[in-house]
């Protein structure tokens, strides 16, 4: 379970790194320019990786929800009954 959590933060820090090195490049901003970048684009830059982490997180916790929520499903599901078990239970009655 920690695997797979240290796996999706990777994951998405991964999506982040590219999906900011895409913006940059749209932009035209080289290596050279990056350090230019005024305090105001900086914190710009910064509020939009920290916005798409928290929904990142968001999806990754909503899924996990529904994966537990069929995990759930599954064990209450009720077992289907063979014919043998049917006879005997009627027998019973």
């Given at each position: 379970?920690?695997?797979?959590?240290?796996n999706l933060q990777e994951i998405s820090?991964?999506?982040m790194q590219l999906f900011v090195q895409d913006v940059l490049s749209k932009n035209?901003?080289?290596?050279?320019?990056?350090?230019?970048l005024s305090?105001?684009?900086k914190a710009q830059l910064?509020?939009?990786v920290e916005d798409l982490q928290a929904q990142v997180d968001e999806f990754v916790k909503g899924s996990k929800e529904k994966k537990?929520?069929?995990?759930?499903e599954k064990v209450e599901a009720p077992k289907n009954?063979?014919?043998r078990e049917m006879l005997k239970s009627r027998k019973d009655k």
């Open positions: 379970m920690a695997n797979e959590k240290l820090s991964t999506m035209n901003i080289s290596n050279e320019n990056k350090k230019t305090d105001e684009q910064k509020k939009v537990e929520e069929n995990t759930v009954m063979t014919l």
